[in-house]
């Protein structure tokens, strides 16, 4: 079935480090798309990205759909960016079904 | 305000009993989802309506029942309940033709005894 990888699993940074983020997916992809999931488990959509690349404050997502990889990155991380961040993608075959990846766990520290 | 309204927030059942989780959503969605996280698995696509209608169903188990009385509802019947049913169950909507990721709820965790 449709698969999606994301790595690192787990990441420390210092307080002010970028941080870059990746996720592969194993089929064709319409979008792919990042959440971050608080340490309590609600998700809040950060980008949602079906080619190329796109900005949002600190955060730059790329996607490159024919070589079936995208990746994250964050700027100057927080304290407050400490949590999970899923890759999603959703398949060109069924529409809003989104195939979401294990996670990278992102702990920033002073 | 939330606008994706589950209810409850937690919820234990013993093994064979049914439960009903409840989704509601106030943001004038046409399309809503149900997906369940399990301890160290993916968030796994359950199923999606659209207009009240079975869009996409990837529960292979009958005793997940989804349940749509209004368009701005979808709740979750679960019967014969087991402990591997324990997970986070996680309510999504989205306006279908949009351009837009689906914004889920908080979640209700449910844990079987």
């Known amino acids: 079935g449709q698969q999606v990888q994301q790595s690192p699993a787990s990441l420390v940074l210092q307080e002010g480090e970028n941080a870059e983020l990746q996720c592969n997916f194993s089929?064709?992809?319409?979008?792919l798309q990042w959440f971050y999931q608080r340490p309590g488990g609600s998700l809040v959509s950060l980008l949602s990205n079906p080619s190329g690349t796109k900005h949002t404050g600190r955060l730059t997502s790329t996607t490159v759909t024919k070589e079936r990889r995208g990746s994250l990155h964050i700027s100057s991380s927080q304290i407050t960016d400490s949590g999970t961040y899923l890759c999603?993608?959703?398949?060109?075959?069924?529409?809003?079904?989104?195939?979401f990846g294990q996670g990278t766990s992102l702990s920033v520290v002073p | 305000d939330p606008k994706i309204i589950q209810k409850p927030k937690y919820l234990v059942a013993v093994t064979g009993s049914e439960k009903i989780l409840i989704c509601e959503q106030y943001l004038g969605h046409n399309a809503m989802y149900w997906y369940r996280q399990s301890a160290k698995k993916p968030l796994e696509f359950m199923f999606s309506?659209?207009?009240?209608?079975?869009?996409d169903n990837q529960t292979a188990s009958s005793r997940f029942q989804p349940q749509s009385s209004k368009k701005n509802h979808l709740d979750l019947q679960i019967t014969a309940l087991k402990p591997d049913d324990s997970a986070t169950y996680f309510c999504?909507?989205?306006?279908?033709?949009?351009?837009?990721?689906?914004?889920f709820g908080e979640g209700t965790r449910l844990s079987v005894l």
């Open positions: 089929s064709t992809a319409t979008r």
């Open positions: 999603a993608m959703e398949a060109s075959s069924s529409f809003s079904k989104l195939v």
């Open positions: 999504a909507s989205s306006h279908r033709g949009h351009n837009q990721a689906p914004l």
């Open positions: 309506y659209s207009y009240q209608k079975l869009m």
